[in-house]
């Protein structure tokens, strides 16, 4: 059993960065692949980045971006602290929503579909204002 807290979100201007984080609790963190999400209002749910479990590849981990946010977007982890952060770089307005951090054992970069992780976080909400 997985439970995920995350943290992070806030009011910020056109151009600003932020860093999300996603906390998890339980052994072996190191896994599990983990994927960020976002919901604005009105919208569905959409997949923002994802990194796959440790050990994936020689280098640790895969990573994966939604196209709307490569280049300003960068997801990592650290297992000793069993969080996964997202640093956003040059935040646009269309960037507010609801940021959900989602887990799945053994998960890869690719899986981009909400519906295929097991645990989510409640959320935290990212304001960029205009």
């Known amino acids: 059993q997985v439970q995920l807290v995350e943290s992070g979100g806030g009011l910020v201007q056109i151009g600003d960065s932020l860093r999300l984080s996603c906390a998890a609790s339980?052994?072996?963190?190191?896994?599990?692949?983990t994927g960020w999400f976002r919901q604005a209002p009105g919208k569905e749910r959409e997949f923002v980045a994802a990194?796959?479990?440790?050990?994936?590849?020689?280098?640790?981990?895969?990573?994966d971006y939604a196209d709307s946010v490569k280049g300003r977007f960068t997801i990592s982890r650290d297992n000793g602290k069993n969080t996964v952060y997202l640093q956003m770089n040059s935040l646009k307005p269309e960037d507010t929503a609801v940021y959900y951090c989602?887990?799945?054992?053994?998960?890869?970069?690719?899986?981009?579909?909400?519906?295929?992780?097991?645990?989510w976080g409640q959320g935290t909400q990212v304001t960029v204002s205009s």
């Open positions: 339980g052994r072996s963190f190191s896994t599990y692949g």
């Open positions: 990194i796959s479990w440790s050990g994936s590849s020689r280098s640790g981990s895969y990573t």
């Open positions: 989602g887990s799945k054992k053994w998960g890869i970069a690719t899986v981009h579909s909400g519906s295929l992780y097991d645990y």
